[in-house]
């Protein structure tokens, strides 16, 4: 076998479709497969199901296969996903607290996280951005354009 | 109605005030996306999608193809001056294109890639005009079992060209055809993959799964750096744009190697601008009594490139707007925008709809001159757009994501399922699998399915009624050999070389 190691992202990636792919295969057998009508709703998926194990098992032995061409990549730099997962966290908290605190709230705390803390701009600049950030967004969409955006407790 | 006719109807239709108007917004949306590097044509059509539901839908298409072909004209400015592609197709005309710039010829290279793009932008949409309709005749004799095939073939080309990765490709595809699949069945009105959640029962909007992926994967990808884009000092000299005649005439032959190139690799599902500008560019050198002075500052080279960009998309309409299948993200991101407007592209479009069909020629004509009055004295104005701070630009971009998918339905629910695509997005590109493959999986997915399942009503459940019709069979043999094709070393070798041209 060839030396190097192995593509843990393609790894894990196949064996989570693979799973998804076992998941749409046991739905599908659920569902009618073929009726006095035709092929039924089970028909499609669980032929895509029956692809996507094979094709994802597919990824994972040429994971192992392809060692060698594997140790060329370069490493994944783990500070950077951090910096992309801070980001993707601060946008599904902002989205979590649409109900509560509405949009423009929301929306002004997400900018001015992302100002101050992911680009370390002075709190300042921060609350500027964030306000006239929020403020653009209501003369466009509500007041300009008519839509209606998310409403919180406090009716904005 | 033949193609006077239908282009006088169509001038009549574009030429209103109001859908000029639209026209002009596109354009300029277009031109200010394709500068600002990091964000594509994909990504803005689908957040704008949702706001242009109020809209006629002429004018709507209308505005979101400005913005399409808008972008390849704004591409080629950062290319010149910055040596930064806006966008991938602009990668090829930073060779030369910078190359002049430094020369202190910045104007002319702006000059020439905007009447580059306006001559092949041209041609490519007299080729559209032309081929659209003979096309649309020919996918009348159609039928369940040919638009199952046709659907196969254009997957397979497209997961041909995706990415490194077939198997990643097809695997993308796959979870597009699944995503489509999720609600209530289209026959039999079963609930599917549902998880007991009546929120999905009318399945996931596409409009979600487009913004999470291309527009929230992109920005979140773009962050983890946490650094401004580096501003280079932009080179003088651009001043005056209007190139020289020994210039205009080295450029002779590259507006129409360009202009046909491009169309031609436009009406292949898959093969993108990209490779168009980078085959175009590659065709230039090879017939050049000069080669050895490409890459150098000629003019040839930027022409070449920057037509076959704009032909290209003149080509992409047809086989969107006559069969209904969209080649690359961006097609079927304007497929979708079609389907939930209430109308289905195919052969029957023409015939159905020639307002908007001609309509929608008659505006890309206009558009092409509209972004050379719009380039040609803004360009000094549009370098400043690069100023624009990114920590800025980003909540904006997730403010308009939200406020996007949030306008179609009002529904919380689609907004936290726009957060678990962003993240999709984001792992997507992490891990190599191309978002292509998925976002038309998503868009054909029930149609395959309807045309398969039709198929197989017609022929009592014998599925050799896909191989014993000639058009079918054809197209699926097709479909067979791209798929098997790389398995040949040297095939695979020319593939891999395209995709890394196409960034």
């Given at each position: 076998?060839?030396?190097?190691?192995?593509?843990?992202?393609?790894?894990?990636s196949?064996?989570?479709?693979?799973?998804?792919?076992?998941?749409?295969?046991?739905?599908?057998r659920s569902m009618?497969?073929?009726?006095?009508?035709?092929?039924?709703?089970?028909?499609?998926?669980?032929?895509?199901?029956?692809?996507?194990?094979?094709?994802?098992?597919?990824?994972?032995?040429?994971?192992?296969l392809?060692?060698?061409?594997?140790a060329?990549?370069?490493?994944?730099?783990?500070?950077?996903?951090?910096?992309?997962?801070?980001?993707w966290?601060?946008?599904?908290?902002?989205?979590?607290?649409?109900?509560?605190?509405?949009?423009?709230?929301?929306?002004?705390?997400?900018?001015?996280?992302?100002?101050?803390?992911?680009?370390?701009?002075?709190?300042?600049t921060?609350?500027?951005?964030?306000?006239?950030?929020?403020?653009?967004?209501?003369?466009?969409f509500?007041?300009?354009?008519?839509?209606?955006?998310?409403?919180?407790?406090?009716?904005? | 109605?033949?193609?006077?006719?239908?282009?006088?109807?169509?001038?009549?239709?574009?030429?209103?005030?109001?859908?000029l108007?639209?026209?002009?917004?596109?354009?300029?949306?277009?031109?200010?996306?394709?500068?600002?590097?990091?964000l594509?044509?994909?990504?803005?059509?689908?957040?704008?999608?949702?706001?242009?539901?109020?809209?006629?839908?002429?004018s709507?298409?209308?505005?979101?193809a400005?913005?399409?072909y808008?972008?390849?004209?704004?591409?080629?400015?950062?290319?010149?001056?910055?040596?930064?592609?806006?966008?991938?197709?602009?990668?090829?005309?930073?060779?030369?294109?910078?190359?002049m710039?430094?020369?202190?010829r910045?104007?002319?290279?702006?000059g020439?890639?905007?009447?580059?793009?306006?001559?092949?932008?041209?041609?490519?949409?007299?080729?559209?005009?032309?081929?659209?309709?003979?096309?649309?005749?020919?996918?009348?004799?159609?039928?369940?079992?040919?638009?199952?095939?046709?659907?196969?073939?254009?997957?397979?080309?497209?997961?041909?060209?995706?990415?490194?990765?077939?198997?990643?490709?097809?695997?993308?595809m796959?979870?597009?055809?699944?995503?489509?699949?999720?609600?209530?069945?289209?026959?039999?009105?079963?609930?599917?993959?549902?998880?007991?959640?009546?929120?999905m029962?009318?399945?996931?909007?596409?409009?979600v799964?487009?913004?999470?992926?291309?527009?929230?994967?992109?920005?979140?990808?773009?962050m983890?750096?946490?650094?401004?884009?580096?501003?280079?000092?932009?080179?003088?000299g651009?001043?005056n744009?209007?190139p020289?005649?020994?210039?205009?005439?080295?450029?002779?032959?590259?507006?129409?190697?360009?202009?046909?190139?491009?169309?031609l690799?436009g009406?292949?599902?898959?093969?993108?601008?990209?490779?168009?500008?980078f085959?175009?560019?590659?065709?230039?050198?090879?017939?050049s009594?000069?080669?050895?002075?490409?890459?150098?500052?000629?003019?040839?080279?930027?022409?070449a490139?920057?037509?076959?960009?704009?032909?290209?998309?003149?080509?992409?309409?047809v086989?969107?707007?006559?069969?209904?299948?969209?080649?690359?993200g961006?097609t079927?991101?304007?497929?979708?925008?079609?389907?939930?407007w209430?109308?289905?592209?195919?052969p029957?479009?023409?015939?159905?709809?020639?307002?908007?069909?001609?309509?929608?020629?008659?505006?890309?004509?206009?558009?092409?001159?509209?972004?050379?009055?719009?380039?040609?004295?803004?360009?000094?104005?549009?370098?400043?757009?690069?100023?624009?701070?990114?920590?800025?630009?980003y909540?904006?971009?997730?403010?308009?994501?939200?406020?996007?998918?949030?306008?179609?339905?009002?529904?919380?629910?689609?907004?936290a399922?726009?957060?678990?695509?962003?993240l999709?997005?984001?792992?997507?590109?992490?891990l190599d699998?191309p978002?292509?493959?998925?976002?038309?999986?998503?868009v054909?997915?029930?149609?395959?399915?309807?045309?398969l399942?039709?198929?197989?009503?017609?022929?009592?459940?014998?599925?050799?009624?896909l191989?014993?019709?000639?058009?079918?069979?054809?197209?699926?043999?097709i479909?067979?050999?791209i798929l098997?094709?790389?398995?040949?070393?040297?095939?695979?070798?020319?593939?891999?070389?395209?995709?890394?041209?196409n960034?």
């Amino acid at each position: 076998m060839a030396s190097g190691r192995v593509n843990r992202g393609d790894v894990i990636s196949g064996a989570v479709l693979a799973g998804l792919g076992i998941f749409i295969i046991v739905e599908s057998r659920s569902m009618e497969y073929s009726g006095i009508d035709g092929p039924g709703p089970g028909f499609f998926p669980l032929w895509y199901g029956i692809a996507m194990v094979v094709l994802s098992l597919l990824l994972i032995a040429a994971s192992f296969l392809r060692r060698a061409e594997n140790a060329k990549r370069k490493p994944l730099n783990w500070r950077e996903v951090g910096n992309a997962l801070v980001a993707w966290l601060a946008f599904a908290l902002c989205v979590g607290l649409l109900k509560t605190l509405g949009f423009m709230l929301s929306f002004a705390l997400l900018t001015f996280f992302i100002v101050a803390v992911l680009y370390r701009k002075s709190l300042a600049t921060a609350a500027i951005t964030a306000g006239s950030c929020a403020a653009g967004f209501y003369l466009v969409f509500p007041l300009a354009l008519r839509v209606s955006l998310p409403t919180g407790i406090l009716g904005f | 109605m033949d193609v006077i006719s239908g282009l006088m109807q169509g001038f009549a239709v574009a030429l209103t005030p109001g859908n000029l108007m639209w026209c002009f917004v596109g354009c300029f949306l277009g031109t200010v996306i394709g500068i600002l590097p990091g964000l594509g044509p994909a990504a803005t059509i689908a957040m704008l999608l949702p706001l242009t539901f109020k809209m006629p839908a002429t004018s709507a298409v209308i505005m979101l193809a400005g913005i399409y072909y808008g972008a390849k004209y704004g591409g080629s400015t950062t290319s010149i001056l910055l040596n930064v592609p806006g966008e991938s197709a602009s990668v090829v005309t930073c060779l030369d294109g910078y190359q002049m710039a430094r020369k202190g010829r910045a104007g002319a290279a702006l000059g020439i890639a905007a009447i580059a793009s306006f001559i092949a932008g041209t041609v490519g949409v007299v080729g559209l005009m032309l081929i659209a309709p003979p096309l649309a005749k020919f996918g009348l004799q159609f039928s369940s079992p040919e638009y199952f095939a046709l659907m196969v073939m254009g997957l397979a080309m497209v997961v041909l060209l995706a990415g490194a990765s077939m198997i990643k490709a097809l695997l993308a595809m796959m979870v597009g055809l699944w995503i489509a699949g999720i609600g209530t069945d289209l026959f039999t009105a079963e609930s599917r993959f549902t998880f007991g959640n009546s929120e999905m029962l009318d399945g996931i909007d596409f409009v979600v799964v487009a913004i999470g992926i291309f527009a929230l994967g992109e920005v979140i990808g773009n962050m983890e750096r946490r650094e401004e884009g580096q501003l280079l000092p932009v080179p003088k000299g651009f001043r005056n744009l209007f190139p020289n005649w020994e210039e205009l005439k080295a450029c002779r032959f590259a507006f129409i190697n360009g202009s046909i190139v491009g169309f031609l690799i436009g009406v292949l599902p898959g093969a993108g601008s990209t490779i168009a500008s980078f085959l175009s560019y590659g065709l230039e050198k090879a017939v050049s009594k000069h080669p050895e002075k490409f890459g150098t500052g000629v003019p040839e080279g930027v022409a070449a490139p920057e037509g076959a960009n704009n032909s290209e998309t003149g080509g992409a309409m047809v086989p969107l707007l006559t069969l209904g299948i969209p080649g690359s993200g961006t097609t079927a991101i304007l497929l979708a925008a079609f389907i939930l407007w209430g109308l289905k592209p195919g052969p029957l479009m023409i015939q159905d709809n020639p307002q908007l069909f001609w309509g929608l020629v008659a505006s890309m004509y206009i558009g092409n001159v509209v972004l050379l009055v719009l380039n040609l004295p803004m360009v000094p104005l549009f370098a400043q757009i690069l100023k624009l701070p990114v920590h800025v630009l980003y909540p904006v971009i997730f403010g308009i994501s939200i406020v996007g998918v949030y306008s179609v339905s009002g529904s919380l629910f689609d907004t936290a399922m726009l957060a678990v695509f962003g993240l999709t997005g984001y792992l997507m590109r992490k891990l190599d699998y191309p978002s292509a493959p998925l976002i038309l999986g998503l868009v054909l997915g029930d149609s395959m399915e309807r045309a398969l399942r039709q198929s197989l009503m017609m022929s009592q459940g014998n599925l050799s009624i896909l191989w014993s019709r000639p058009i079918s069979a054809i197209m699926l043999a097709i479909a067979v050999l791209i798929l098997l094709l790389p398995l040949m070393r040297s095939v695979d070798a020319w593939r891999l070389k395209a995709i890394e041209e196409n960034g």
